[in-house]
């Protein structure tokens, strides 16, 4: 992880307590649902101290401004955010109007 004053890109993390390892996860559950899957052996625990938000920075950049919201829920502003639509790795900045359906 990255230095104690720098925010992470890690969003989430999953423990899984029968294979004794963990998942840094770059998204939450509630920003990518249909990823989640449940498993009584895993452990899910969404960061929600010392973490970047999603679009925040170039390195954890949204696929769009409705994941943004999804993710970061009502504390969601309008701003500008970092955004990489096709995923391929071309980050663009710009405006999300958070009013609107994304």
Do not use: H
């Not at 993390?13 to 649902?33: F, G």
């Not at 970047?52 to 170039?58: D, N, Q, R, V």
């Amino acid at each position: 992880m990255s230095d104690a004053k720098e925010k992470s890109p890690v969003r989430a993390i999953t423990t899984n307590t029968e294979e004794k390892y963990c998942e840094l996860n770059n998204r939450t559950k509630e920003a990518r649902p249909e990823n989640f899957r449940s498993d009584p052996a895993r452990f899910y625990i969404r960061r929600l101290n010392g973490r970047a938000p999603l679009g925040s920075i170039p390195e954890l950049p949204a696929q769009s401004c409705q994941e943004i919201k999804e993710s970061e829920g009502k504390d969601t502003i309008s701003n500008k955010y970092w955004l990489d639509p096709n995923g391929t790795g071309t980050e663009i900045w710009v405006y999300c109007d958070m009013n609107l359906d994304g």
